[in-house]
Every structure is written in C-alpha cells, then in structure tokens.
C-alpha cells in the first residue's frame, strides 16, 4: 500500500447506502438510483489536513457487496485494511440485526490486528 494511504471497508447489507455514502465523500454528490454493487467497486480520495501540518491522505475506499450470495467474497478486502465502516439502514430492524449478527463477526473474525473491533 501507498505511505499515507488509508484502506476503508464499508460492509452491510444490500441497499442500506454504502455506496451513498462513499458517493457523498468522495464526489460530494447524492445519487437516488439505488443500483447495488456487484462484488465490489474501488474509489480513492485525497484530502491535505492542514493540521497535519500538510500532510496528504489518500484514501483508498472499498464498497463491498452486501448479497448473501457475495458474501464469502468480502473477506480478502479485509487485507491490510485500516479502518471499516459498518453500515445499516435506520428503517430496517433486519439490516441492523445483521450488523450485528453477522457483519461484525465476520470483521472480528477476518479483519487485521490492527483494528478496533468494539461495536
């Protein structure tokens, strides 16, 4: 991985925003279309912290699929993963059962050392 990058996860269920929410960050933009994604999709973003005295971060952003049917996929974009992002939808009790569930125990199962896993 590139120095100063940061590699970002965000899992959850198929359709809570994952990929709106990266749209929001990364574009600034809000797409309604609500088109799920396939496996995964890959986005970068580079931001200067001037209080870092400058310093860059690049961002590197992973939209993993939420389909049960692409789960077993996600667990090799946990490699070298900095930080992960659980996702669910406030209007549906089923996608938070599932954070909880099933999402955050794969994470605490496959994720790296080096992340917090306190839910």
Known sequence: MKENACKIVLLGESGVGKTCIINRFVNNQFDESGISTIVATFTEKIMTFEK???????????????????????????????????????????????????WYKQLKEQAPENISKKL
């Open 52 to 102: 870092l005295n400058g310093k860059s971060i690049n961002f590197q952003i992973w939209d993993t699929a939420g389909q049960e049917k692409y789960r077993s996929l996600n667990k090799i974009f946990y490699e070298k993963t900095e930080a992960a992002i659980l996702v669910y939808d406030i209007t549906n009790k089923q996608s938070f059962e599932e954070v909880q569930n099933y």
